[in-house]
């Protein structure tokens, strides 16, 4: 199946979700001298002349569909040219264009644009990410020998940062879509078409992009209205021309306008710049209209070192939302393809039963395909580093209604191309009981360099996902004395998996070990993502800097987690106790109000020191005291139990990015 099917997170136009508000009404009053500022600071030459109440029409081809080069040869011949809108990452694979076509395609008069590398919603990356989805997509189609000087937003996503830095990179303009007025419900009161020139250079308007809704009386009327009603540019998009049914997959995407439909609109489009003289059209490329010359390239920055150890993850337990209010957390993306609607959203509680968020996709209206979570298919920014010929340990907890779920993984190649890799077993619906999958990966193929995995959802239901896990197996650290019987093993492999612990020489862990002070900040300092520790002097007299961890018994003291003794000292050798244990916690999470209703224990009394500390660790299920009711405050904690501490408190106030 197409890249486009199986990344894109709905079938139908998405743009008036992702238009931020107001931004219609503030485009349109924008004076038509705008254009003459914003050429005169960019460097453009001015755009070709257009007559006053002259309709041009451009016939613009998203995504680099193969498809495509058919419709190319159609409108060729009958005199008019297109602009081939290509997102490097998409070409040269199965069912997309190669180099040879696009050479071909601009060799024979037609322009060819880029589109982002990886067809990224553009509003929901990283200020790097940012330049690497649009100037380095403009230096690959370069190094092609492709004449780039305009560009498409996917999905139309875009706002005042987007526009940037297409100016920025480079571009001469950046087109937009679903701002004409069309048989699309809701845009009755938008314009007939975009002015000449163009209010704003960066975001340019088209109409919906045409799909198999639209017939050929559809088409022509976005041409007719705009000749009845002053003229003006009417740029209109397609995707797939023809039967639009991927060969691997037998499914049609429903972006798709037949051959006789295209093909009788383009001789109708012909005759009309041919023989209309009372309400004239013409023909033009992107580049026609907007004129300028073509920019230097501009260098993207490179993608940052890969991650190899730990949880490759980025933004795991789904805390930290997307940006520009997306509905999909931080470095995830919806996915998905075939006859189906997705629907996702942000709930809450988490699989642990806290106030942590979750990601929830609703399928409906299911004929064929699938609905998907998936780390995002970018240049770098947020997809998991791979090795080839490595395997994954991948884990995710989930609950669903309907539908089967599985693992669906992805590999990014060398030249920044995402392409399917493979699907897990299956997993049958859990009726609402949060349960936790593992799989581990085949070798990762020769040559990429990136993975992405997450679950889907296969038919009517609902799937809600959380807390996932990536680790490279070359690094999964097993302890000999930790069987996967032991009461603690998903809690302790997770702790070393994350490398919060690394054990001991002999290959053990000693669950049973009581833990020392000294230990105990190790722990929490890794936990914390081993951060930088502010610069000071010695903060305890009985922790030299030759000490082991003194740099993270520094850290601790400066973020307030340990006040040492009357004494002065720290007493890193002493053991630590579980009522000391619960204020080391409590402190870390920055000393939160304590619940009215929080439990109690009937050996903690309002006289402890540590009180309301083991209070809100029972609170918070990061304890669950003994089988007899007691917490045993003085009893001195074990490496297991504080594995299960640390464990339980991340699922309460997971990092997030």
């Known amino acids: 199946m197409t890249l486009l099917q199986r990344y894109t997170a709905v079938s139908e136009p998405r743009h008036r979700a992702e238009r931020p508000p107001g931004r219609r009404k503030s485009r349109w009053l924008a004076?038509?001298?705008?254009?003459?500022?914003?050429?005169?600071?960019?460097?453009?030459?001015?755009?070709?002349?257009?007559?006053?109440?002259?309709?041009?029409?451009?016939?613009?081809?998203?995504?680099?569909?193969?498809?495509?080069?058919?419709?190319?040869?159609?409108?060729?011949?009958?005199?008019?040219?297109?602009?081939?809108?290509?997102?490097?990452?998409?070409?040269?694979?199965?069912?997309?264009?190669?180099?040879?076509?696009?050479?071909?395609?601009?060799?024979?008069?037609?322009?060819?644009?880029?589109?982002?590398?990886?067809?990224?919603?553009?509003?929901?990356?990283?200020?790097?990410?940012?330049a690497r989805q649009i100037c380095g997509d403009r230096v690959t189609l370069a190094g092609y020998g492709l004449d780039i000087q305009n560009f498409a937003y996917p999905f139309a996503a875009s706002n005042a940062t987007t526009e940037a830095e297409a100016a920025a990179c480079g571009y001469n303009s950046a087109r937009g879509l679903g701002d004409i007025r069309s048989k699309v419900v809701g845009s009755e009161t938008f314009p007939f078409a975009e002015t000449l020139p163009p209010g704003n250079l960066y975001y340019t308007g088209a109409p919906d992009q045409l799909d198999e809704t639209w017939t050929l009386a559809d088409i022509q009327t976005l041409v007719t209205q705009a000749q009845a009603n002053g003229g003006g540019w009417v740029q209109l998009t397609f995707h797939h021309v023809g039967t639009g049914i991927d060969p691997s997959s037998g499914v049609k995407d429903p972006l798709t306008v037949s051959t006789d439909t295209f093909n009788q609109f383009a001789t109708w489009l012909a005759?009309?710049?041919?023989?209309?003289?009372?309400n004239p059209v013409q023909v033009k490329t992107v580049k026609e209209v907007i004129g300028g010359t073509t920019k230097p390239l501009v260098a993207a920055p490179p993608p940052p070192a890969p991650q190899t150890t730990g949880n490759l993850i980025k933004n795991p337990s789904l805390e930290t939302p997307g940006l520009a209010g997306a509905i999909v957390p931080r470095c995830w993306q919806g996915g998905g393809y075939g006859t189906n609607?997705?629907?996702?959203?942000?709930?809450?509680?988490?699989?642990?039963?806290?106030?942590?968020?979750?990601?929830?996709?609703?399928?409906?209206?299911?004929?064929?395909?699938?609905?998907?979570?998936?780390?995002?298919?970018?240049?770098?920014?947020?997809?998991?580093s791979a090795t080839p010929g490595h395997t994954y340990l991948a884990k995710a907890w989930y609950k669903s209604t309907g539908g089967n779920t599985q693992f669906d993984l992805h590999y990014r190649t060398s030249t920044g191309t995402w392409v399917y890799w493979t699907s897990g077993p299956l997993y049958l619906p859990t009726n609402n009981v949060w349960t936790q999958v593992t799989y581990t990966t085949p070798a990762v193929p020769a040559g990429a360099t990136a993975i992405s995995l997450g679950l889907n959802i296969i038919n009517n239901g609902t799937l809600i996902t959380d807390d996932y896990e990536l680790y490279d197996t070359a690094g999964v650290k097993t302890f000999t004395d930790i069987p996967s019987t032991f009461l603690f093993y998903n809690e302790i492999s997770w702790m070393a998996n994350n490398l919060i612990t690394t054990g001991y020489a002999d290959g053990t862990f000693k669950p049973g070990l009581t833990l020392d002070r000294g230990m105990m900040a190790a722990f929490l300092y890794r936990f914390?993502?081993?951060?930088?520790?502010?610069?000071?002097?010695?903060?305890?007299?009985?922790?030299p800097t030759t000490h082991d961890f003194y740099k993270e018994i520094?850290?601790?003291?400066?973020?307030?987690?340990?006040?040492?003794?009357?004494?002065?000292?720290?007493?890193?050798?002493?053991?630590?106790?579980?009522?000391?244990?619960?204020?080391?916690?409590?402190?870390?999470?920055?000393?939160?109000?304590?619940?009215?209703?929080?439990?109690?224990?009937?050996?903690?009394?309002?006289?402890?020191g540590f009180y309301n500390e083991v209070r809100w660790l029972a609170d918070m299920k990061i304890t669950l005291g003994y089988a007899d009711g007691t917490f045993k405050p003085g009893a001195s904690i074990n490496r297991d139990q504080v594995a299960a501490f640390i464990y339980r408190y991340n699922l309460n106030f997971p990092k997030g990015m």
């Not at 005759?271 to 009372?278: I, K, S, V």
């Not at 942000?346 to 209206?365: K, M, N, R």
């Not at 930088?532 to 305890?540: D, L, M, S, T, W």
């Open 528 to 543: 914390a993502g081993s951060p930088a520790v502010p610069a000071g002097a010695q903060r305890f007299p009985d922790v």
């Open 31 to 130: 004076a038509s001298t705008t254009v003459a500022l914003a050429a005169s600071l960019m460097g453009l030459t001015a755009p070709a002349a257009n007559a006053v109440g002259e309709t041009v029409v451009t016939l613009t081809f998203d995504d680099a569909n193969v498809d495509q080069v058919a419709a190319a040869a159609t409108i060729n011949s009958l005199g008019m040219h297109g602009t081939f809108f290509l997102p490097s990452g998409f070409m040269n694979r199965p069912n997309y264009m190669t180099t040879t076509d696009a050479q071909a395609l601009q060799a024979a008069g037609n322009e060819i644009g880029g589109h982002s590398v990886t067809h990224a919603d553009l509003t929901g990356v990283g200020t790097d990410e940012l």
């Open 341 to 384: 609607t997705r629907t996702f959203s942000i709930v809450t509680p988490g699989h642990a039963g806290t106030a942590t968020a979750a990601e929830q996709l609703v399928v409906s209206g299911y004929t064929n395909g699938d609905g998907k979570l998936l780390p995002t298919l970018d240049t770098g920014e947020c997809a998991p």
């Open 554 to 608: 520094q850290w601790l003291a400066s973020q307030g987690i340990t006040q040492g003794f009357a004494d002065g000292g720290y007493h890193p050798y002493e053991q630590v106790n579980r009522d000391q244990m619960a204020a080391f916690l409590y402190r870390m999470n920055g000393k939160p109000a304590v619940s009215a209703t929080a439990p109690v224990f009937p050996d903690v009394g309002p006289g402890n």
């Open 271 to 278: 005759n009309q710049a041919a023989t209309n003289t009372t």
